[in-house]
C-alpha cells in the first residue's frame, strides 16, 4: 500500500510499470548501492539492514540491493556483501522481509569483480576476460545461476546482474579489456554471451516468470558510436534470452565532476526509442522535472542512488517542493553510505 498526497496519484512517475515480468506500483527505483560494510566473512552488518529499514516505507516501486558478490575469488572489496553460500541466506532473506514491509518489489544486484578482485580475494585467482579458460567462464556462470537461485529461496523478487563499472560482465563486453578470440570475444554479440548466457541460466534454474535485469554500460569512453552499436545488438541478444529490463550505466557511473542534470538520458532514449526492452534510466536525477522529462519519452522508469542516501524520502521531499540535498559530490561512496552533510566526526 503506497502511502501519498491524492494530489500525487495522476503523476506519471506514481503509476504502476510493467518491467517484463516485474510489476511495480510506481516508477521510482532504488538504483543498487553498495555500502562497503560487510563483515570479513562477507556477511550482511546492521547498518545495512537499517537503510533498508529507513527506504521500505516510502513509494519505491522498486529497490535493488547491494552489489553482491557470486563467488570468493569475485570479491571486489573486503566490505562487499556476499551470496556464494546458503549460509548468507538468514542476512538476505532479512533484506527481502525489511523490503517488502513497505510498498518496494525488491531485486538483488549479484556480479563478480573480475579484476576489480585483484587484492580482496584472499589471495585467489584473479580472472580477467583474457585469462579465462572456458571452464572458468562456465563455473562462473554457474555461480551467478546458483547465487540468482538463493536470492528466489530467500524472498526477492528477481535478480540484476552487474554488467557496469569495469566489473567482469562490463569487462567482457569492452572491447579494450577484452581480447579474446573465441565465442566469447570480438563482436558485441559475442562480448555479451557471457552474460547471456547467465540470464539463460537463471531463466532456466528459477523460471521464466523470473524477473531478471541487467544494469549495462552503455558508453565506453573511448570509441562510443561504436560502442553503442554493440550495446544494440546487445540488447537484441538480451531481449531474446528474456531479459526483464535493462538499466542503462555507463563507463563512469557519474562522471567526473560534479554533474548539473541527468547525464544518461541521449543513450537510454536511444536504446528505449529503438527495441522493445524496458529501459530504467540512471544518473544524475534530482528534480520532478527530470522525472517528468524522462518519463515523457519511452523509458520506463527512473533510478536513483545518491539523493536516497543523503534522504531516504527524497522522493517525498521533492515532490513537496522541497530541492534536493544531493548535489552529486560522490561523498557518500568514501563514507560508506553517510551522506558528507551528516558526518559527525
Ligand atoms: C556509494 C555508492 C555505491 C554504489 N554501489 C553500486 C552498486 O553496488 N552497484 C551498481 O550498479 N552501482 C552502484 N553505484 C552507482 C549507482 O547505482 C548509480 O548508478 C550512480 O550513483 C548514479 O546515480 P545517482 O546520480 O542517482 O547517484 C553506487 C554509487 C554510490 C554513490
Redesign the pocket.
Known sequence: MINIKDEWKDIKAFTPVSLGELSIDTRFVR?????FRALPDGHICDFEFDVYRKLAPHPFGLIIT??TCVSPEGRSNMGQNAVWDDEFNPDHRKIAEIVHSGPAKTIM?IGHGGMKADGSNGGRPVYTPDNMTAEQIKEVEKAFVRAAVRAKACGYDGVEL?C??MYLLSQFFYPQYNHRTDNYGGSGVNRIRITAEILSGIKAECGDDFPVLV?LNCDNNEDNESYFRDVMDAVSVLLSCGCDALET?GYY??PTGIPKKPYFCETASAIAENTDMPVIQ????RTTADIDAILKGKVRAV?????L?SQPDFIERIYSGEKARCV?C?R??GLK?ICVLDRKD
Open positions: 538504483s543498487a548501492t553498495e555500502l547491494a552489489h544486484q552487474h557496469a563499472h544494469k550505466s557511473s557519474s540512471v544518473g544524475g536525477i533510478s536513483m542512488s545518491r539523493p542516501t552529486s560522490g557518500c561512496a553510505g
